[in-house]
């Protein structure tokens, strides 16, 4: 079983909320709308750090475990990722006790203290010390937004690579084939339109089918899972858990 490295105040994090299973279904769409979503062209926000792209250079980025730095693991810019982030900086006199965010996106860029996104979504807690709770939640699926994060404040990732990004579309794409094969194509093939009636055999046919294609969809969607990171400045720590940004810039 893998191993789950979230970070020293993992304990406090509130589930957001799975979008569920039909929206991994559905991720391919997603995938195809989210390119037209966002073009070339983007409004910068006042924040960020312009990163300049060179055609004629190549830059990966990587997570690099603290302990065994021969452990790396390539970032695909073009592939989701999910940053936590935790601040417990209050003053002592605030009615917030703590607070956290998920920022969800691309990364867009890599400096010495601070990534960019390229953002999809943002959901946000705060806790105060009476115990209330306060949530929100933004979308920028039809607009641009980049924003610029400080290392120091994100406490882990959730990153899907691109085996198990592939795994996810095609399951995706024949676990939705197989519910509209089940739930609409199956009933209207076993219509007998000119007689009337219903063939039951028929239905039993193109619903097995559909259903076959479901549970192979299953495995293909567990394989899809994120891998977590827990995330530390280069340089501050050292053990298994903790993982660190690299750029590697190549002329």
Same mark, same amino acid.
């Given at each position: 079983m893998e191993?789950r490295c979230?970070?020293m +105040?993992?304990n406090?994090?509130? +589930?957001?909320g &799975?979008l /569920?299973?039909?929206?991994?279904?559905?991720?391919?769409?997603t995938t195809a709308c989210? =390119?037209? =979503?966002?073009?070339?062209?983007?409004?910068v926000?006042?924040g960020?750090?312009?990163?300049?792209f %060179?055609?004629?250079?190549?830059?990966?980025?990587?997570?690099? %475990?603290?302990l065994?730095?021969?452990?790396?693991?390539?970032?695909k810019?073009?592939? =989701?990722?999910?940053f936590?982030l935790f601040?417990?900086?209050?003053?002592?006199?605030?009615?917030?006790?703590?607070s956290?965010i998920w @920022? +969800?996106?691309?990364?867009?860029?890599?400096g010495?203290?601070?990534?960019?996104?390229?953002?999809?979504?943002?959901?946000?807690?705060?806790?105060?010390?009476?115990?209330?709770?306060?949530?929100? @939640?933004k979308?920028?699926?039809?607009?641009d937004?980049?924003?610029d994060?400080?290392?120091?404040k994100?406490?882990?990732?959730?990153?899907?690579?691109?085996?198990?990004g592939?795994?996810?579309?095609?399951?995706g794409?024949?676990?939705?084939? &197989?519910?509209?094969?089940?739930?609409?194509v199956?009933p209207?093939?076993s219509?007998d339109?000119?007689?009337?009636?219903?063939?039951?055999d028929r @239905?039993?046919?193109?619903a097995?089918?559909?259903?076959?294609?479901?549970?192979?969809? *299953?495995?293909?969607l =567990?394989l899809?899972s994120?891998?977590?990171? /827990? *995330?530390?400045?280069k /340089?501050?720590t &050292? +053990?298994?858990?903790s993982? @660190?940004?690299?750029?590697?810039?190549k002329?």
């Amino acid at each position: 079983m893998e191993k789950r490295c979230r970070g020293m +105040n993992a304990n406090k994090l509130v +589930n957001k909320g &799975s979008l /569920g299973s039909i929206v991994i279904l559905l991720s391919f769409l997603t995938t195809a709308c989210s =390119a037209m =979503a966002f073009p070339t062209s983007v409004g910068v926000d006042p924040g960020y750090k312009a990163f300049a792209f %060179n055609p004629n250079r190549q830059v990966k980025y990587y997570l690099v %475990n603290s302990l065994d730095t021969l452990k790396r693991d390539e970032l695909k810019s073009n592939y =989701a990722m999910e940053f936590y982030l935790f601040d417990k900086q209050y003053p002592d006199d605030s009615k917030i006790d703590f607070s956290s965010i998920w @920022y +969800n996106g691309f990364l867009e860029g890599l400096g010495d203290s601070s990534v960019t996104i390229d953002m999809w979504e943002e959901y946000g807690d705060v806790y105060f010390k009476n115990g209330d709770e306060e949530s929100t @939640y933004k979308d920028y699926f039809m607009s641009d937004h980049l924003q610029d994060v400080p290392i120091s404040k994100i406490e882990f990732v959730e990153y899907t690579s691109k085996f198990r990004g592939t795994m996810g579309e095609v399951g995706g794409v024949i676990g939705g084939i &197989s519910m509209i094969t089940m739930l609409l194509v199956a009933p209207l093939v076993s219509i007998d339109y000119k007689d009337g009636g219903f063939n039951s055999d028929r @239905y039993f046919i193109w619903a097995g089918a559909g259903l076959g294609g479901l549970v192979l969809s *299953i495995p293909l969607l =567990a394989l899809s899972s994120s891998k977590t990171y /827990g *995330i530390v400045p280069k /340089g501050t720590t &050292s +053990n298994s858990c903790s993982w @660190y940004f690299e750029k590697e810039v190549k002329p």
